[in-house]
Each structure stands twice: as C-alpha cells, then as structure tokens.
C-alpha cells in the first residue's frame, strides 16, 4: 500500500477536505463536550472545536483533540493510549502564558481525547497568508521573542528538558491580544507507523538530526530559525529542497530585513547543532538587542553560512557582503584608485616589457620561438623579441591588420584589410605569397591538414592550399566572416560563423553537413569540447550545438552580446560577454558556474593557463581570475579598452591594448 | 587542377547538407601531387547496425498488488546514404498516491514527456527541412517536456505523483531529465556513475554530512521526496548532457531496483550477463529476491556506434 503522504499532510491543519472527520457537528463526548466543528486535521486525528456544557451559564468553548488509535496491534494500542495520556498528564503540568491549559484527558473506544483552553485567533501560518507583501520585520521579532521565552520555559523544565519538536508557523497560534501560543505539542509524535512506498514533501522546519533520532532543545532553535525564514520571506520551506535556507538569504528576498535579523536566522540555521545559539536565553537576549536597536554580534555559523568572523551589524547599516551563497560577483576596482599606477601598484604588477605601436592592438600576440608576431591597425605586422620586446622586424600591407597571425611550419599567416591572406616567413617577414579575396580579411586563418581554411568580408569562406597559395575551394555565406574557423581532424569538419547569425559546418570538401541559425551575428570563434561545438552570438546566447547534426544541446544566455570566443576545459566554457562579465558556464548543463564582473564589455577572449584564466576589458584591465571560482588574482590597467585577447606561454601574459601598447606581464 | 577542385566539381552554395560520399575512388588518391598536403580522409561508408540497442523488464515485486511504475523506450534507426542523427527517449517513471492515482500519474507523466519530445525533436528531424532554424536546444526541450507533464499530471490525476528519468540519446550525446528518486546510471569500463541526483530527504542529509549512506539506505523515512512531477507550480526539473564514449550502458530504473541491489552488484551483472536482455532480468530477480517490497523496472541502452 502506497501512504500518499503529500505536503497536504503539512498543511493539513487548514484542509480537511480529503482527510477523515470523525465527529459531526452536533456529537456530545462524555456527555459534557459538544461538537461545533472542525478546527484542523493532522495526521493521526481532528481537532475539533467544542463547547463545554458543564457551564451552563455562559459558551464556554474548549478545544478537543482526538488521537485515534489505528495500531493493530493490541500491546502496541495500549502503548500508544499510555504514552497518549503521559504527555497530556505532563501538559497539564506546565503553566505559561504561550501554551494552553489542559483541562481533561479520556478515552472512548479507540480514540483518545484531550481537552484544553480554547484560542480564539489565527496561526501565524493563516496571518502570514493572508498578508499581502511582507510582514513587517518588527513585528516578526516581537513574536520571536515570545517564542524564545516559551522555549527558554520548556527547555528549563525539570527534571528534563521538554522539546517542543514541531515549532512552525501552523503551530503558532495569535490570540485577540496579539500573543504568541504554541499549539499541537506533537503527543502523537514518534508513534506514526513506519511509512511504506514514495512519499513527496518534507517538513521543512525540522532540524538535519532530527533525521538522525535526535531532538534536543537545539533543535527547537533551528525550526525557529525556519519559521522566522519562512515568515520573513513568504517562501514555504516545504516546498524547498530540505535544509536549503542557505540558498535563499533573507535579505535577498526581502531587502527589508535587518542584516542582523538575517545573521540571527542564518546563526539559528547552522546545520551543525553546536554552531547556533546556545539557548533560547541567547537567541532571546540578541533579539531584544536588536528590538532596541542596538549593534548585533553574532558569530556566524560555519556550517550553514560560509563568510569571516564576527559580524557586527548595527539595525539599518548596509549590509554586509553576502557570503558563499551568492553569484560570485566582484567589484570592479577598489574605488580612488582608477588610475593606473595606484593599481597596478596595488596588485605588484610591473610589465615586463611593453612595446608600443603607432595604433590601437585588438588583435591576439602570437608568440612562437624567439618572437612574439602582433598586428596592428597601423599595416604593420610586427616581429618583437619575446625576451625584451625589442623590435625584430615588420611587414605592411596595404591596408590594416584587425586578424591575427597564425604560424605553422615556420611560416606566419595573416589577413589584411586589403583583402590578402599573406603567407611570410616566420624569420625575417619575407613574403612568399598572397592569396586575394573579394573584401577585407578580418578573420584569424586556421590552419588544418595541409590548408588554410578563413573567412572574409567578400562572405567566402576560402580553403587555401598552404604549400603556393592556391585555392581549394570556396563556401559562399550569407555575410562576412569573421569568426575563426574551428577544423575537427578526425571528422573532417570545419566550424565557423557568419556575421548575418548563420552558423556552418563544412566538410572537408566545401560541402555543408549542417547550418544553424542564430538571430545575430556570430563572431565569436567556436570551440569544441566532448562532442560540442561551443561559441557566442550577437543575440546574447552562448550555445553548445552537437558537433555532428548541429542541433543545440543547450543555450545560455548572458546580458548583452557576446562576440569573445569561448576557451575550454573538460567541465567548462569560459566567455565573455558585452554585459561586463566573464562566464563560465558548465559544459554538460549549460549552467554558469559563476560569473565575474568587470566594469565593461569584454570582446577579448579568454586564455586558460595553468590554474588561472586571463582576459581584458574595455574598462582598461587585464584581468587574472582563478579557474575553479572565478576570484580575482590579479588585474593590470592599461590606457585604453581592452579588445586583445592574450596568449599565455612560459608565464608571461602577451595582450595589446587600444593605447597602442603591447604588454608582457607576468602570469 | 587542384585536388580539392576535382574532388568536389559541385560548386559551393547554399544547398542543403548531403552526407558525406562513399567510399574514396583509387583514382583521387592516385593524384600525387598535392597528396602530401591534401591527405582529405572523408569517412568511409560503414554499414553498421544501430548504434542503440536496448533491454526492458519489469516486475511489481513481491509485496505491492500493483504496478506504479511506468517505462518506456523508443528507438530509432536511419541509415542509408542519407543519415539522419540515431535517435532514443527511454523513460522511467514511479508513481506514487492512492487510489490508482500513482498508476495515472506515472503513465500520464510518461505519454507527455514522450510526445513532447517527439514531436519537437523526432519529428523535427523526420522533416525535410535541414536548417536547425527554430529548433529548440535538445535541453531545453527536456526541460519543458518535463515541466509540461507537470501540468499535465496535476490536471489529470490531481493528487497523484510520480519521478521521471528521462534519457534522451542523440548521436553521441545522452541528455537527461529528472525529477525524483529513479535513477540513470553510465556503466563504462571505467565501472558505474550514478548520473542523476535522488531528490529525497535522504540524499540531502548525506549531502550535508547528517546521514552514511548506510544511515540512509534503512533510514524510516528514505521514500520521502522533497520533488516530484505533479507537485505544485514551479517545478524544477535536473537537466544535463554527457557524451557516450562507444560501448557505454546506460541503466534507468526504480527504486525498486537500486534500493534493493548494491550499485557494484548492479555493476556485476551488467557486466556479466550474456545479453542485455539477461542482464535486465536478472536485475530484477535480485532485487525480488532481496525482498521486493516495491515495483522494480529496469531500461538498459547499449550504445556501440
């Protein structure tokens, strides 16, 4: 049999629909209980609302509750009933003002009743309902004092404490006066019969040992926590993965909250039960503190809030920086200190060397052996000395360099505004040969199987035999090409973009496998990682298509467009995007793993080297980020934005900037 | 002439993809002279068999009177000059509520996902256009899939529940969905991962260092589940992709299955067993034959390109 145990269970003090009531309006217990109605349904019986006619003379209402006693089993029966009038003999000992008064207890055949004070009121759970927005914070602190000092009253008791196990919005009652009473002391508590078949939904507010078959008054504590999360926020912890308040910051979903109502919620949550408050007495005492308005310490917990030390908080100081919960997100420069010697000199960051050009570098540096090769907008195509940066050799074409170089077989390959694809020597820049298109070349050449394979503004993509400059063959596009063509080998593919969204792959023939479509321009150049073709598009998206049928596995979008080229690893995707921020986006979901915020676009495209990631942006830095999480290891300012993406080899960071300079800095 | 020039007279356009040409003639690699800087292996013609293969079997165990679970596979070959992507949904689902209402919602579960995601990708593919133009990600399209049988069980079975697993394999590409506590295993030589993540209280105690997982396995309240196809608005549904290394197995199935049968006895018979069809029964008769309290389903993939 499947015990359909849904979170209607948990909520089911208000629905009574499809549960079982046993007594009908009308029904007389014992002769002395009349029966006006039902009050709520749980789990092993109603609570029924009644009138007491031992009082003749005026309507006196008592609240009954019913046990009805299902065991089969006989010894079992009777332990139930034993334990059933244990605890209501123990209630009728206690005596404050939050729990009501037991005034009767009984059997009548298998059903065990209990009498107790009527409340005329509504649960918190009902009040929080019912208010449109959020209910004020002060309010919710008042209520959670009251509640500490009911606990503080049980969890005194001699000779043992008493766990109230079950503190929740529903089993907080508000009277006419506006106070706090605990209802539901869970007597049928630890005698539910053991669950058989899936069951959906969670408590909520019970604490992770709970689960573990222990309850002590830290426990209680925790499901304070809960409640108080629960009431602050408006978001049902039964309908949350369990023990996930560390997932959604109070303050996050409600910035009205204080930061130190949140650290005494968050403290209260520690999943660890040694990390939260000491006792009701402690929680209580930090409430009223800050009730009155006084600086709140409280020392986080570690095992449910990641973050420093103490936080001292002071009732409506800014808040704090959230801690490991949130998208990692940083600054982009720690403020009077924009310029360019502070910082660099904040970070200990000296080039090694800089070159400087008589225009902007958005091109990538190609260091190979003894050079680094860097084109610039000024025609020239410069060889440098990787050790100083001193100037080996240049060569002008007639028009612009925006590609960037390329070397194989000791040769440099590189397109030109003037719509050439030269071929030189990798030595000295001697031309061997140049290859004509129909427009400017602003795509970087790959170089596969014997072939060049790049993309031109005349909307070709040429495949140019690299031994004489002879062409293969041609693909005609919609647009220009500017997205740096990506060649599989082994599958004989060659990936590319072109500006008017189209995305292609060819086969080595020239002949299309597949084409898809983005809406907007696709310059980024595409990666390939565990049978994706991964790249950005002008549309904001960043998309991971299986490589043989073109089919999208997934697409994330990012804030802005996105025309940096991806660089990869196994597990992730690394992007930038014109909204600021570089992503890392997880490879098997499409998901971002994290994201990290620089002060504008980023076109340059990453560079993984070792543990650390290294890009710029047109807020003037080159940024160091680590792999794993994206914290900032370094930054570097230069005098203009950006657009270069660099090339890491033997630690040093090879990236130009629009202030005309070429860096080596290093990694 | 060049060699790619008289490899491929066709000129060059947009016309739609046609696959690559069988088998290289002598002829082509006869020509000398760009052979050293031309050595253009286009992918020989092979006639294999589907690259999907694919097992079932079931049992309501020895303590239910019912079956609440729900499987489903479909498989697609296509091959010939033109090839179209090898295509596979398999789904498994549990469902859970009285009163006939878990039978319902895991069938109605199941049927939705399915028509979902053939209608937006099988039937896609099955069309004569060859531009992905409007095609949504394979991901994306789990994901709703999921999500729509979500409404669809609340609307049809009301109170009723179920899991979902649903594997989606396109070429060599498995994307799954899931909600719940039936699971999809990878079996490689490398031995078995577990692919999805349970969404039981218990799992969540053991991801925060509150549960062993030996606690877990016998804890009174491991049948609880925190998500589940049919439970509320807002449902959020794993969704992920992983490439099949060739020969990779893929196994879904119930708790009736894993939580009765150790993962390396799992592993074992997978292993082991003649066939896959073998290896799925035999599955099951050991989880019978360690109780079977619940209904068992097992759906095992082999994946040999």
């Given at each position: 049999m499947t015990n359909f145990s849904t979170r209607q269970i948990t909520n089911a003090l208000r629905a009574s629909g499809d549960m079982d009531v046993n007594l009908k309006a009308g029904t007389k217990l014992r002769d002395r209980y009349l029966i006006l109605g039902v009050l709520g349904v749980g789990g092993m019986g109603s609570v029924y609302k009644a009138?007491?006619?031992?009082?003749?003379?005026?309507?006196?209402?008592?609240?009954?509750?019913?046990?009805?006693?299902?065991?089969?089993?006989?010894?079992?029966?009777a332990m139930i009933i034993k334990n059933f009038e244990r605890e209501g003999n123990l209630l009728a000992t206690l005596s404050h003002p939050a729990i009501p008064k037991i005034s009767d207890l009984f059997n009548e055949e298998d059903h065990a009743y209990l009498v107790m004070e009527f409340i005329d009121g509504k649960d918190l759970?009902?009040?929080?309902?019912?208010t449109p927005g959020f209910l004020p914070e002060t309010t919710i602190v008042e209520w959670a004092i009251q509640l500490c000092d009911v606990l503080t009253y049980l969890h005194s008791h001699q000779p043992e404490p008493i766990v109230f196990r079950d503190m929740k919005p529903s089993n907080v009652m508000l009277d006419q006066l506006n106070n706090v009473r605990l209802i539901d002391f869970g007597i049928a508590k630890g005698f539910q019969a053991g669950q058989k078949g899936t069951m959906i939904g969670t408590e909520g507010y019970s604490p992770p040992e709970q689960y573990r078959g222990e309850a002590g008054p830290a426990g209680d504590l925790y499901a304070l926590g809960a409640t108080l999360h629960h009431l602050l926020t408006k978001r049902d912890p039964r309908a949350e993965p369990p023990f996930s308040f560390a997932e959604r910051p109070v303050r996050k979903i409600n910035p009205s909250v204080s930061p130190g109502m949140e650290a005494i919620i968050n403290k209260s949550l520690a999943y660890n039960p040694g990390e939260r408050f000491l006792s009701a007495v402690a929680m209580k005492e930090v409430l009223i503190a800050l009730q009155r308005g006084m600086a709140v310490a409280v020392q986080p917990a570690t095992s449910a809030i990641s973050g420093g030390s103490v936080t001292s908080i002071l009732p409506g100081q800014p808040a704090p920086p959230v801690g490991a919960t949130s998208t990692l997100s940083i600054q982009s420069a720690p403020t009077g200190q924009e310029t360019g010697l502070l910082t660099s000199t904040y970070f200990g960051i000296t080039p090694l060397w800089v070159f400087r050009c008589e225009d902007e570098i958005r091109s990538q540096p190609l260091p190979v052996g003894k050079f680094v090769y860097v084109s610039v907008y000024d025609n020239n195509l410069y060889a440098l000395s990787r050790a100083d940066g001193k100037f080996a050799w240049k060569y002008a074409s007639e028009g612009g360099f925006a590609a960037s170089p390329v070397h194989e077989g000791g040769n440099v390959y590189i397109g030109s505004e003037d719509g050439k694809l030269y071929a030189?020597?990798?030595?000295?820049?001697?031309?061997?040969?140049?290859?004509?298109t129909g427009e400017s070349v602003r795509c970087t050449a790959r170089v596969a199987q014997g072939h060049i394979f790049v993309g031109?503004?005349?909307?070709?993509?040429?495949?140019?035999?690299?031994?004489?400059?002879?062409?293969?063959?041609?693909?005609?596009?919609?647009?220009?090409?500017r997205s740096r063509p990506y060649v599989l080998d082994k599958e004989a593919l060659v990936f590319f973009g072109c500006e008017a969204g189209e995305f292609f792959c060819l086969d080595f023939g020239g002949s299309l496998k597949w084409r898809h479509r983005s809406k907007r321009a696709v310059t980024?150049?595409?990666?390939?990682?565990?049978?994706?073709?991964?790249?950005?598009?002008?549309?904001?998206?960043?998309?991971?298509?299986e490589a043989s049928s073109g089919w999208a596995v997934w697409k994330t979008r990012t804030g802005k467009p996105v025309v940096s080229s991806p660089a990869v690893t196994e597990k992730a995707a690394f992007i930038g995007s014109a909204d600021g921020n570089l992503y890392s986006i997880d490879v098997r979901s499409g998901k971002v793993l994290w994201k990290f915020e620089t002060g504008d676009q980023i076109a340059s495209s990453p560079a993984i080297y070792k543990?650390?990631?290294?890009?710029?942006?047109?807020d003037g830095f080159v940024y160091c980020i680590e792999l794993k999480d994206g914290k900032l290891r370094w930054k570097f300012k230069t005098e203009g934005a950006v657009i270069s993406s660099p090339t890491v080899v033997d630690d040093v960071v090879y990236i130009g900037s629009t202030d005309h300079n070429l860096y080596a800095l290093t990694a | 002439m060049d060699f790619f020039k008289r490899l491929f007279q066709r000129k060059t356009g947009s016309e739609p993809a046609v696959a690559a040409s069988p088998?290289?003639?002598?002829?082509?690699?006869?020509?000398?002279?760009?052979?050293?800087?031309?050595?253009?292996?286009?992918p020989a013609f092979s006639g294999s068999n589907s690259p999907l293969r694919v097992a079932h079997a079931q049992s309501v165990g020895r303590v239910r009177d019912h079956n609440e679970d729900v499987l489903l596979t479909l498989t697609s070959t296509f091959d010939g000059d033109e090839k179209i992507p090898s295509f596979g949904l398999y789904i498994v689902a549990d469902g859970m509520g009285g009163h006939s209402l878990g039978e319902r919602a895991s069938a109605v579960a199941a049927r939705s996902i399915a028509r979902e995601v053939t209608k937006h990708v099988y039937l896609a593919l099955l069309s004569d256009s060859s531009d992905n133009e409007d095609r949504a990600p394979l991901q994306e399209v789990l994901l709703e899939a999921l999500t729509q049988a979500n409404v669809t069980v609340r609307e049809a079975v009301g109170e009723g529940g179920t899991t979902g697993t649903v594997a989606l394999v396109f070429n060599d590409q498995v994307i799954i969905g899931h909600v719940g506590d039936s699971r999809a295993y990878l079996?490689?030589?490398?031995?078995?991962?577990?692919?999805?993540?349970?969404?039981?209280?218990?799992?969540?105690?053991?991801?925060?260092?509150?549960?062993?997982?030996?606690?877990?396995?016998?804890?009174?309240?491991?049948?609880?589940?925190?998500?589940?196809?049919?439970?509320?608005?807002?449902?959020?549904?794993?969704?992920?992709?992983?490439?099949?290394?060739?020969?990779?197995?893929?196994?879904?199935?119930?708790?009736?299955?894993?939580?009765?049968?150790?993962?390396?006895?799992?592993?074992?018979?997978?292993?082991?067993?003649?066939?896959?069809?073998?290896?799925?029964?035999?599955?099951?008769?050991?989880?019978?034959?360690?109780?079977?309290?619940?209904?068992?389903?097992?759906?095992?993939?082999?994946?040999?390109?």
């Open positions: 009138r007491d006619l031992n009082f003749t003379g005026v309507n006196k209402l008592v609240a009954v509750k019913e046990m009805i006693n299902l065991a089969p089993d006989p010894t079992l029966r759970e009902a009040v929080l309902n019912d030189l020597t990798g030595e000295t820049g001697r031309p061997l040969w140049s290859y004509q031109s503004d005349d909307r070709f993509l040429h495949a140019i035999n690299m031994h004489g400059g002879k062409r293969a063959w041609t693909y005609e596009t919609p647009a220009p090409i980024s150049s595409p990666n390939f990682v565990d049978g994706l073709v991964i790249f950005g598009s002008a549309d904001y998206n960043v998309y991971g298509v543990t650390a990631i290294y890009f710029g942006s047109v | 088998s290289p003639t002598p002829a082509f690699v006869a020509d000398t002279q760009q052979a050293a800087t031309a050595p253009l292996n286009i079996i490689t030589s490398n031995g078995l991962e577990q692919l999805t993540r349970d969404h039981s209280l218990v799992r969540r105690l053991q991801e925060l260092g509150q549960l062993t997982p030996a606690e877990a396995a016998v804890h009174p309240q491991r049948n609880v589940l925190y998500r589940a196809i049919g439970q509320g608005e807002g449902l959020e549904v794993d969704v992920y992709t992983q490439r099949l290394a060739p020969d990779t197995k893929i196994l879904l199935c119930s708790d009736g299955l894993w939580g009765l049968v150790e993962d390396d006895q799992i592993l074992e018979v997978v292993r082991h067993a003649p066939s896959l069809q073998i290896a799925c029964d035999k599955l099951v008769a050991m989880a019978n034959d360690a109780g079977g309290h619940d209904n068992i389903t097992t759906v095992l993939i082999e994946y040999s390109p």
